[in-house]
């Protein structure tokens, strides 16, 4: 009986019985201009991390090579 109730008040699926809101075209566009926003501010940040990831390694690979040259010269030197 009160699921019956409920089911009248609010539509099979809980919403407005069925019925849609129009929405204003300034109002879509807006909302798409925040969901390109976010996605471009997450591909900023997505891509300035992988810069400074890849800087990372390439100075880890130099550090190494640079260490490996030395201790191959060191010996020669001495």
């Known amino acids: 009986m009160v699921s019956e109730d409920k089911a009248k008040v609010h539509g099979s699926w ?7 809101t129009p929405l204003s075209s300034e109002k879509v566009k ?18 300035d991390h992988e810069e400074r ?5 390439c100075a880890n690979i130099v550090n ?3 260490s490996l ?10």
């Open 14 to 20: 809980g919403l407005n019985d069925g019925r849609t």
């Open 30 to 47: 807006d909302a798409a201009k925040a969901g390109l926003s976010a996605a471009a501010m997450k591909a900023k940040l997505f891509a």
């Open 69 to 78: 040259l030395f201790s191959d010269f060191i010996p020669i030197l001495n």
């Open 64 to 66: 190494h090579q640079v």
């Open 53 to 57: 990831e890849i800087q990372r390694l």
